[in-house]
DNA sequence: GGGTTGAACAGAG
DNA sequence: TTCCACTCTGTTCAACCC
């Protein structure tokens, strides 16, 4: 019934998947009642199919309360239905229904031994991160109010008062709440909204604009918090525990200053939510959006007391299906619930994601700043009107593949792996990849590697082709380290407009990442496969996030910083980074000092492009590139510069196999099988049932 | 047994 | 008229290699 896709894991959010073993039914009660704790489920819709469409339209978005959520489904129903795209959909819906239904199984197999097993685990867990709670820090999250539809308001006064969306007839990125109050949302299809609001007025995005205006609010958030942590053009977090001591006054009375200075910086408006952590901020802008702030004190009781009846949904890192399965198979709704069946949570889940729900249930979130991450992907993909025309398909590939390398340029980057993503008429997404020996970054190269995995697929009709590159060089390049350092010195020396995508971290993620890794686990402890039980201890960390940057933090003040200076020849803050560039390759770097200079202030040495000084992030990147650049002709000039690609051996030869024998299952069985029955076997079992 | 690779998928903005 | 985007990060697992 399902491809083999849908064998894989259950996949998704920081922790969901893995090991569903039994639980709780028992937990609420006696053991007839867990048996019929089966929850309404999938109930059938009968005459109203549209009440369990939910592709599109969902209450979580601000500013959408008062909207008749029935009427919105109705349209939205009517217009999808017996397109490709909503037959995909139903196929993704019966296989988490499957999903569902399957966990319930594994749940009613829980024995009264094993439940008790885990409460005791569950119990311990719980304890230890009560203990870790960190409530000294003051966090304020700030978050634009329908930002891309503001700035394109404020450059038209004339739109205030209509309802406006931002994007295209084929996807909306924002609406403002005019058009909200009609069920008009970002990721919704502009030809649904229309339905919707026949007055609606569309706006191509200008991301110039938004960037600009970005800028503008980050000058802003630098003043209260030099390591602020942008996570989107129109989100920050800062930490506002310093600033709060210092002028002796409340997270309250800085999140209206910091309101008030965006709005006379920008003419926008925004919403803010202070929190002990920045998961609680985060969910607290939200309260009182628009143009609001929602203040939740530094106390264990008041969190507590906040979280407890908070639906699961508005924490960051639980979607769509990840609360489907929370509520239908475990019942829980709200982060109280979530708490009371910690036991089956552990029972079920894979330590890590265990851990999330736990911790989440708590209201515990991230506290330090975490230290600077690099960039582990890039991508570009483009939709088109389906086709299996194959000149047309490797048409499109040369142009992404053109795309990819002129943006991997400007960062300077070179990578090993690329991934083919294609998406056919039917809706269907797959990923191809391939390794290749050397790291990679002109447009042929990637077209080479990405002609090889297309021509593995054809004959396709496709609809979306993508390029993605990772495994970049520069963990393997101290040169490339030695500019991570730099940027992290620069942008918590607090000298900077430059608070740049590359040091944007999502929120969520960092709350998993940095945090965990701080307080509880080094990375490897998070990525492994291992079960929640007994013989997992907590590990310390060699290092935390917290740690790392208050090293940065030293460094960086140790060092001169000249950027301020308006010299007839600026170098760039880069070049000046002995210490740290000398370390590795002295006389190579020493050389790029010499290499490029700024004439007249602006003009690059190498190439004459003109960079006024302002454009400090846009001069950063490219003095990296010409180091880059450098560095990487030596590197080929001394060796192989052919850059072979061979296909993975493994996947040559599992290639081989599933052709032999296309219907041959995954071998499966997780090595914890006595205990735990991974979701992949799990269902392997079911197909074959079925 | 540990590390790597490839694939699928969740989630966020 | 138009008929469901794009980019990035992260988790999980099987299979394979050394």
Redesign the pocket.
């Given at each position: 019934m399902y491809p083999n896709?849908?064998l894989?894991?259950?996949?998704?959010?920081?922790?969901?998947?893995?090991?569903y073993n039994l639980s709780s039914l028992f937990l609420a009660g006696d053991e007839k009642k867990g048996k019929t704790f089966v929850m309404d489920s999938i109930s059938d819709e009968g005459d109203q199919p549209w009440q369990s469409y939910h592709?599109?339209f969902t209450n979580a978005k601000a500013g959408m309360d008062g909207v008749d959520k029935e009427k919105v489904q109705k349209i939205?129903y009517e217009?999808?239905k017996g397109?490709?795209?909503?037959v995909n959909e139903q196929r993704?819906d019966a296989y988490?229904k499957q999903k569902i239904e399957s966990l319930r199984v594994q749940c009613a197999k829980l024995t009264e031994n094993d439940i008790f097993h885990f409460q005791k685990i569950a119990d311990r867990r719980i304890s230890e991160l009560e203990a870790s709670r960190d409530l000294s820090q003051i966090w304020l999250h700030s978050d634009m109010d329908a930002f891309y539809a503001a700035v394109e308001t404020l450059g038209n006064p004339q739109l205030k008062e209509m309802p406006l969306a931002v994007g295209s007839?084929?996807?909306i990125?924002t609406a403002n709440y005019e058009a909200r109050k009609y069920g008009v949302r970002?990721?919704m299809?502009g030809?649904?909204a229309?339905k919707l609001c026949p007055d609606l007025i569309f706006v191509p995005t200008n991301f110039e604009k938004y960037t600009y205006y970005s800028e503008l609010t980050r000058k802003v958030f630098q003043k209260y918090d030099p390591c602020f942590i942008a996570?989107?053009?129109?989100?920050a977090y800062i930490n506002i525990t310093k600033i709060c001591l210092k002028r002796g006054v409340s997270g309250d009375k800085i999140a209206e200053e910091l309101r008030s200075a965006i709005y006379e910086e920008t003419g926008l408006t925004s919403s803010a939510g202070v929190a002990p952590n920045r998961l609680l901020a985060?969910v607290c802008s939200d309260i009182n959006k628009p143009n609001g702030q929602y203040i939740l004190p530094n106390d264990q009781k008041a969190v507590m007391a906040f979280i407890m009846s908070l639906p699961i949904r508005k924490?960051?890192?639980?979607?769509?299906?990840?609360?489907n399965i929370l509520k239908d198979v475990f019942g829980i709704n709200n982060c109280e619930q979530m708490l009371q069946k910690s036991p089956l949570l552990c029972a079920m889940f894979?330590h890590?994601?265990a851990d999330f729900f736990l911790s989440v249930s708590l209201g515990l979130g991230g506290t330090n700043t975490p230290q600077f991450?690099s960039?582990?992907?890039?991508?570009?993909?483009?939709?088109f009107s389906a086709t299996d025309k194959e000149s047309l398909l490797f048409q499109n590939l040369e142009e992404l593949a053109e795309s990819l390398s002129d943006d991997m340029q400007k960062e300077s980057l070179y990578g090993r792996?690329l991934t083919l993503k294609l998406k056919t008429a039917t809706f269907e997404?797959?990923?191809?990849?391939?390794?290749t020996t050397k790291y990679i970054q002109s447009k042929d190269d990637i077209l080479n590697s990405a002609v090889k995995l297309l021509k593995a697929e054809l004959p396709l009709s496709l609809?979306?082709m993508?390029l993605?590159m990772s495994?970049f060089q520069d963990n393997n390049r101290a040169s490339l380290d030695t500019r991570q350092k730099t940027l992290t010195n620069y942008f918590c020396s607090g000298n900077s407009t430059a608070h740049s995508t590359t040091s944007e971290i999502?929120?969520?993620?960092v709350m998993?990442?940095s945090e965990y890794d701080g307080i509880f686990f080094s990375n490897d402890i998070?990525?492994s496969?291992i079960p929640y039980d007994d013989s997992n201890e907590p590990r310390e960390t060699s290092m935390n996030s917290a740690e790392a940057c208050t090293n940065q933090k030293k460094e960086s003040s140790e060092k001169p910083n000249n950027l301020n200076e308006t010299n007839e020849v600026q170098t760039s803050p880069l070049l000046m980074s002995d210490d740290t560039t000398t370390s590795t390759a002295p006389s190579k770097l020493k050389e790029q000092k010499e290499l490029l200079v700024w004439v007249n202030d602006y003009i690059c040495s190498i190439c004459e492009i003109q960079l006024p000084p302002s454009f400090t992030r846009e001069r950063q990147e490219h003095v990296d590139y010409h180091i880059a650049e450098r560095l990487q002709n030596e590197e080929f000039k001394g060796g192989n510069s052919t850059h072979s690609i061979c296909?993975?051996?493994?996947?040559e030869?599992?290639k081989r196999?599933v052709e032999e024998n296309p219907l041959k299952k995954?071998?499966?069985?997780?090595k914890n099988s006595n205990n735990y029955i991974?979701?992949?076997?799990f269902f392997v079992k079911t197909s074959k049932n079925n």
């Open positions: 896709t849908a894989s894991g259950l996949s998704g959010n920081p922790q969901m998947m893995v090991l592709t599109v939205v217009m999808s397109s490709k795209f909503f993704k988490i007839m084929s996807m990125c970002a990721a299809p030809f649904i229309r996570t989107s053009l129109d989100e985060k924490i960051g890192g639980i979607g769509k299906v990840t609360e894979s890590s994601s991450r960039r582990k992907s890039m991508s570009n993909e483009r939709t792996t997404v797959r990923t191809r990849a391939l390794s609809r979306l993508g993605r495994q999502h929120d969520d993620k998993v990442d998070f990525n496969h296909l993975d051996r493994s996947r030869s599992r196999r995954r071998k499966s069985l997780s991974p979701i992949d076997s």
